[in-house]
């Protein structure tokens, strides 16, 4: 297939680098130009606009935010003035709810597809193609994409025909993990202060009941209360909460946990925790129980 | 080594029949005789008083909460009269940390040893000898029991020198599971209000970040609203939660998520569900959004 | 003074009319014409489009909500086009803080100046003139706009010099009267419970220390769950709990109890509550404890 | 009649100082004797047991928690042992419900009365006789009390026959105090990061809807960041916060705020707050809000 990728970040870069592998022609666009050249060097094309790169059947966006998607799909140069008949936009940011909704009418009413394929995994399983696709979308354009969502990922879920669906998979799942984080910090704030090692207990957590790589990746991370440098960092966990929410409201959809998580990330955030791992609210507890900071 | 067993519910029937198979010498007492013979079919001693389970190098308790601890330990015929000089008591229920702290005072004031123990594994694992064991106690009565705890466990942990602490681990690690139980059922409400289906949901968490047995379990539980008969009933579950804040109280640790599940099972139990599993409280975000039952 | 009034709803009628009784020359304007009309026969010119009603020096708006007073902001016809260099538009609505902040920067960029000046009180206080006024804005703005101020209530508070600080006062009484609202309703179904009278327990709380029109009004809604009709929508309660917690987030200051009550109102609206009174989510705690609605 | 009081603290002085001056027998008791000579000047007989001073119609306690009044109530010289057939015991204590009910149990089975009246007010009040009484116990006994209750409040208000009641409404009173403590707290966070003069914003708040004294009086407090010395200490707020929730534990009814209210008392006590007034509560959202401390 002809394919267009705009957003050449660690994700971007890996999906990209996949879908050549695997035999599909490529044209990459990101606004920082230079890091378009190691995927030029495996025989991507290089375009100038977000349009140039919208040529073949499929673009994909993979960006920070709901902003950058909206600066690259709007104007004389996007992908909505780019994208030809029937042609599909594929958006695998995180992005808002709302946005997703509004792609979805914007590209109906230019006569072009639209499908939300967000993704789970880091840049690594990016790289490997082992990425998780949460796919929705009209049956035919998901039916189209698919051999694109194979050489990107491990296995795909086709969750709805209405594609913010799949946005909302997303967001919750991120909302899932601050849950496991906050919960975390809690329950280990309670047994350090009774004078149990906390390592020991996230040995314990994920020997037991608790052996997903979710408890063994945080819990590591409290009980080293290692929250620099930024895996994700502080602003985005309130950006998720902050759409998970929003989502939620206008679904009517009362969260109590997604709401303290949302308190907490401000709390962080107010303290000067702009640079810190989103990990970081799980040192909150320990700080409210009067624990001294190492 | 000669060991009494006092409490044969499901779990400590398992676990005293693993402790008669490594040859161990078990005498056993329950409330209710009949729960004794299939043991005494084993080759255990059956006891008619808990005093009389008392005469070896140490003694089980595997008893419901703190009230049936306290009913045993007590009195002309309970286990501080009946234990000698040294022998070790050795508690596996999930009490309070409260109770854990006036029995290590007893014990030592008797000339008696303690070790708390509680477990992680339901009667399936306990049967099989699968336990996890937490123990916490002197480190001469924990050597001393290690053979014990081998019988019983795949893996024992030590956590402290302070008996109560493995209780706290084991209230945490339940606080924890009743963690996972509310957020899953939030995001479950979130998405499922969206139309997504809930079984996928839950197999797309479980096969990406969160393929923890814990998961699993009780995404099915939630996604089937199966809440009857109780594996674990809600009254238990609101204790545990009621143990755990009493216990961060005495420490001053405030657990903002502990306090919102306690509210949660008391919404549960004020509106009939008594008999429901705890998992039932993995519902009520549903019910707040306005979902019917079905 | 000559001024323009937009947006006659009970509120900006009661104001209007007071405005010509002190002598101001007023020229008001309502997208249902009919609503002019009683004021009309006060002495009030009656304009034909936003813009005609700015032709004096002051202008206020009184609207619904941001949508409402952004839509008499812009365009050809509306306010920012229709505004002399230096007079002043007075925006009395309960609006975002955010929409406060790009009308102040729209009318500096214009050459106009913008007082937030929203108030407290009801329908029959701004009747009778007897409304507070909470005013922010450039000191030269403030003093000018002092008559039309004295005319409309009794007595005037100056918060800041940036007008959107009054706005978040105005928010921030509507999410104290809602925090009133939850916990008045979280007590009576405590004290319900036991069998207490909740009127009687609403007169005890008045006649000793919570002796403030707010409880009275509230405690008695309560007590008689009288929650319909509507003196001021549940949904608008959502409305300013959102816009409360958003101006937090854009301040960072986490807000537990507003997150609370947000959730609160998304429970009674998911539940078919779009109708009632705010006053309702009072009712929530007692559904929460089993009571059975009379 | 022929009355004794237990417990001459600020509270307990100024009430048997009124019983005396309304021409009542009073004999009186304390721990520390020299508390009692005041009123001995005044006429007060002083007794030198509990007991002793349960030799009339009825005996007040008014101590500083469950823990007192249990100890003056039980053994040989205790109220129990005291009191004759018939006559009543009047606890004014701020105790749990649980204990009332006890109490009530054991006066009933002693062939004695027992009322729970508690009351509302600041020593000044009841020094001027100007308290408000809560009281709850059998119609007879009330009836036969009310002399009493005349001589030490201004108006008296009987909420039930089951005395336990009377505790559950004190309670939740101070549960609602502590509700506008926190939400004040909240306000005050919001507005002051927004450079809003806090004390201007007690002012509105209390020349608007919330003209109440607790509104004043906290205000003030938390503008001042004010919280030595403590006029009422955070540790007995956390107390009746801790029996507020044991209450509702019982009765089935979630309290969410209260659940709330009770982590910000742990979280101030953990972070060295024993010495401080429970309005210091009001200050944690700043804090969390990253506001330095003046």
Chains 1, 2, 3, 4 share one sequence.
């Not at 790169?53 to 993979?62: E, H, L, S």
């Not at 037991?208 to 819990?219: C, I």
Request: hydrophobic residues 50%.
């Amino acid at each position: 297939m002809q394919v267009g990728f705009i957003g050449l970040g660690r994700m971007g870069s890996g999906i990209a680098g996949n879908l050549l592998k695997a035999g599909h022609e490529v044209t990459v666009y990101n606004r920082t130009r230079a890091k378009a050249e190691p995927l030029a060097a495996q025989g991507a094309k290089v375009a100038d606009s977000p349009a140039a790169a919208c040529k073949g059947d499929a673009v994909f966006t993979m960006l920070a935010d709901d902003a950058a998607v909206e600066g690259v799909v709007h104007g004389e140069d996007g992908v909505l003035a780019g994208l030809a008949q029937d042609a599909i936009h594929i958006s695998s940011s995180t992005i808002s709810v709302a946005l997703s909704k509004r792609l979805a009418a914007a590209h109906a009413k230019a006569g072009q597809r639209y499908i939300a394929a967000p993704v789970f995994g880091r840049p690594d399983a990016a790289a490997a193609g082992k990425l998780f696709v949460v796919a929705a979308g009209s049956a035919d354009a998901v039916q189209t994409a698919a051999p694109l969502f194979e050489a990107m990922g491990q296995r795909t879920f086709v969750v709805s025909q209405t594609p913010d669906a799949a946005n909302l998979v997303k967001l919750s799942g991120n909302f899932l993990i601050a849950s496991v984080i906050e919960s975390l910090g809690e329950a280990m704030a309670l047994v350090g202060k009774a004078g149990v090692d906390k390592h020991q207990y996230v040995d314990i957590l994920t020997s037991t009941l608790f052996g997903a790589p979710v408890y063994k990746t945080y819990g590591g991370l409290i009980a080293d209360a290692a929250f620099e440098p930024a895996g994700f960092a502080a602003p985005l966990g309130l950006k998720d909460m902050r759409l998970t929410l929003a989502a939620a409201e206008d679904l009517r959809v009362p969260l109590p946990i997604a709401s303290l998580l949302r308190d907490r990330f401000l709390t962080l955030l107010a303290q000067g925790g702009d640079k810190l791992d989103w990990s970081a609210i799980g040192g909150l507890a320990a700080k409210d129980a009067g624990e001294n900071p190492d």
